[in-house]
């Protein structure tokens, strides 16, 4: 029997800051910054942005070294508002390089609220390994409700993911026809869950008589789902649509 191969995308949690010139009074409005400047916060952390008592507050850019930074809006020296990050870095247990980007709202220096994440993952000798894609909803640092879709060189080569209000819909499959693999139980693999109610199938058949009779109850009951699944599976592909191993 074929291995599962379930895909995920590694979270690369953005730092806090750290010390900063000494606070003194003043407003903490992000209209109220002062004219840009540059502050030197590490030996290899640089801002360059609207300052407030001595921290950055207003739009400005952060860079930790030459592979990670951020440019957006500050409140009292914490990344708040909107904002782009992109972080560069090499995964030591594995060698491969993963890139990482987020685009969207932050609030007291972390991801919080709508927002756009992708990642691609390279190896060693610059071959992209894996690419993905999460939109929705944040909340420090994660995804918490909307989509997450991943295309990997793996068997198969594409994951999907939603997540909603006590909702869950987890796919392993190819994004060629989603609706009609879901129609026919063609999928390579499906996890469901909305409240108490949990169903699942493989592609394979089960092992025991009685495993091969729950695996067909569950996607027949999959299958009486297909209108309420079918705009999950369209934005599925619109998203795995933007995903290339190039």
Same mark, same amino acid.
């Given at each position: 029997?074929?291995?599962?191969?379930?895909?995920?995308?590694?979270?690369?949690?953005?730092?806090?800051?750290?010390?900063?010139? =000494?606070?003194?009074?003043?407003?903490?409005?992000?209209?109220?910054?002062?004219?840009?400047?540059?502050?030197?916060?590490? %030996?290899?952390?640089?801002?360059?942005?609207?300052?407030?008592?001595?921290?950055?507050?207003?739009?400005?850019?952060?860079?930790? /070294?030459?592979?990670?930074?951020?440019?957006?809006?500050?409140?009292?020296?914490?990344?708040?508002? %909107?904002?782009?990050?992109? &972080?560069?870095?090499?995964?030591?247990?594995?060698?491969?390089?993963?890139?990482?980007?987020? &685009?969207?709202?932050? %609030?007291?220096?972390?991801?919080?609220?709508?927002?756009?994440?992708?990642?691609?993952?390279?190896? =060693?000798?610059?071959?992209?390994?894996?690419?993905?894609?999460?939109?929705?909803?944040?909340?420090?640092?994660?995804?918490?409700?909307?989509?997450?879709?991943?295309?990997?060189?793996?068997?198969?080569?594409?994951?999907?993911?939603?997540?909603?209000?006590?909702?869950?819909?987890?796919?392993?499959?190819?994004?060629?026809?989603?609706?009609?693999?879901?129609?026919? /139980?063609?999928?390579?693999?499906?996890?469901?869950?909305?409240?108490?109610?949990?169903?699942?199938?493989?592609?394979?058949? /089960?092992?025991?008589?009685?495993?091969?009779?729950?695996?067909?109850?569950?996607?027949?009951?999959?299958?009486?789902?297909? &209108?309420?699944?079918?705009?999950?599976?369209?934005?599925?592909?619109?998203?795995?649509?933007?995903?290339?191993?190039?």
């Amino acid at each position: 029997m074929k291995k599962k191969f379930v895909l995920s995308l590694m979270l690369a949690c953005a730092v806090p800051f750290g010390v900063f010139a =000494p606070a003194g009074g003043g407003t903490s409005s992000v209209e109220a910054a002062s004219a840009k400047q540059w502050l030197q916060i590490s %030996s290899r952390t640089t801002y360059y942005g609207e300052v407030a008592n001595g921290k950055p507050h207003g739009r400005g850019t952060i860079k930790w /070294g030459e592979d990670k930074q951020y440019s957006g809006t500050f409140v009292n020296g914490k990344r708040s508002g %909107s904002g782009k990050y992109i &972080n560069t870095y090499t995964d030591a247990s594995t060698g491969r390089e993963h890139t990482v980007v987020y &685009n969207g709202t932050w %609030s007291g220096d972390a991801m919080n609220g709508s927002g756009t994440r992708t990642e691609k993952v390279a190896e =060693p000798g610059g071959m992209i390994f894996s690419s993905g894609i999460q939109v929705g909803s944040f909340k420090a640092n994660a995804l918490n409700r909307g989509y997450e879709v991943v295309h990997a060189m793996a068997d198969p080569d594409y994951s999907f993911s939603y997540r909603g209000a006590d909702y869950r819909l987890d796919v392993l499959g190819s994004n060629m026809s989603l609706v009609q693999d879901w129609k026919t /139980g063609t999928l390579f693999d499906v996890q469901y869950r909305k409240g108490s109610v949990r169903k699942s199938y493989s592609l394979f058949q /089960g092992q025991t008589a009685a495993e091969e009779k729950a695996r067909l109850a569950s996607l027949r009951y999959l299958q009486s789902k297909t &209108n309420e699944v079918t705009p999950i599976l369209w934005q599925f592909k619109a998203l795995s649509n933007r995903l290339t191993l190039k």
